[in-house]
């Protein structure tokens, strides 16, 4: 039995980081009320996080700038042993888009799309455990400037992303009642791009795609080794106030990850094991000045075990002029419970879930 419990924690254990997921697709309190499927559409700056050749709809230049206090909640049962671990963190973002002629736009984003931030338990005998407790925190923040053209109903655009990165581990280790806590930090940069395409062919009716490429780097202590990342928009007004968007995208997690050279991650907490789709679907209504939104999104969980994390998002913006408006945004996630049984006991279960408040501001110069 004990062979069995063994080898079984890779297997486990590697849906832990993702149940929280790497990939943070909340960019701004638009996006997030919108679920990302808006990249077809540009309601303001930040679509660049989406699809950067739709600023091309933005006919004046806008500034967006957005907050959002994040959090997720880790519950685990590992052998009758119970333990808990909540986790917050505040993730700012910024854009702005400019026409530059009738032809050529620009565009800049300050925003995150890869975060993590989560701790797993000692397990085994406190005098002796298997593994010891360990808390792992990457984070890359982007910069992302773009340049787009349009001819006639199709934009085109091609972004540069720098990339800086900031990375944590931490372990408590115990050997035969004595306690060691070790401590890793550093930060490195590196660089990708994305190319994309908007096609517009009616005023109601609007497609968009992205493709983000992979990056590699990373200093002697930790490696980032990101995936590329596939995505296509389409968004339909059936009426003039109301607008519906989906959006569809695969991103190549398979051998994928973060690599610590301090950590052997016995538990497959950093690489992805499969690919993972991602499918979207929000509407927006227009009630004077106010814009109504709502949005569903399910992720495929790249472990060994697989499954999806469902989101559910509402939010409503308000215009106070021509110049202002205000966003405010509501996230609840509901991540793949990961269990394993033998017989009719249960030996290891782990439960998360996650919320998002963002505040977001427009303005628009006239």
């Known amino acids: 039995m004990s062979r069995q419990i063994i080898s079984f924690f890779p297997l486990f ?68 042993k119970v333990s808990q671990y909540e986790k917050k963190h505040p993730i700012p973002s910024f854009f702005i888009s400019s026409p530059l002629s009738h032809n050529f736009y620009a565009g800049f984003g300050l925003y995150s799309r890869i975060a993590a931030d989560i701790s797993v338990p000692e397990i085994g005998p406190s005098f002796l455990p298997l593994f010891y407790e360990t808390r792992v925190s990457p984070i890359v923040l982007s910069a992302v400037p773009t340049l787009a053209y349009r001819w006639g109903t199709l934009s085109i655009a091609a972004s540069a992303e720098y990339m800086h990165a900031e990375y944590e581990l931490e372990q408590n280790r115990r050997h035969f009642g004595h306690d060691k806590h070790s401590r890793w930090k550093g930060r490195d940069n590196g660089w990708s791009g994305a190319l994309s395409l908007t096609w517009k062919p009616r005023s109601d009716l609007s497609f968009a795609v992205k493709h983000q490429y992979g990056s590699d780097f990373g200093d002697k202590q930790a490696n980032f080794d990101l995936p590329s990342q596939t995505s296509f928009y ?103 419970p990961k269990e394993y049984n033998m017989g009719a006991t249960q030996l290891v279960s782990v439960k998360n879930d996650g919320m998002a408040i963002s505040i977001g501001v427009n303005y628009k110069f006239r």
């Open 234 to 336: 389409f968004s339909w007004l059936p009426t003039e106030v109301w607008t519906i968007n989906v959006s569809v995208s695969e991103t190549m997690w398979d051998g994928k990850g973060i690599h610590y050279s301090e950590y052997n991650d016995p538990f497959g907490l950093l690489v992805g094991e499969r690919n993972s789709k991602r499918v979207a679907i929000s509407s927006s209504y227009q009630w004077g000045d106010w814009l109504f939104m709502a949005g569903y999104s399910e992720d495929e969980v790249i472990d060994s075990l697989g499954g999806k994390d469902k989101r559910y998002r509402l939010g409503m913006s308000y215009k106070f002029n021509d110049n202002w408006l205000v966003t405010g945004a509501w996230l609840q996630e509901h991540y793949e």
């Open 13 to 80: 254990f590697s849906s832990s980081l993702f149940a929280t997921g790497l990939s943070f697709s909340e960019s701004s309190a638009t996006n997030t009320a919108l679920a990302s499927a808006n990249g077809a559409i540009a309601l303001d700056a930040s679509v660049l996080a989406l699809a950067p050749s739709s600023i091309t709809q933005l006919e004046v230049k806008n500034i967006t700038a957005a907050m959002t206090q994040y959090s997720v909640t880790s519950d685990y049962e590992i052998f009758g």
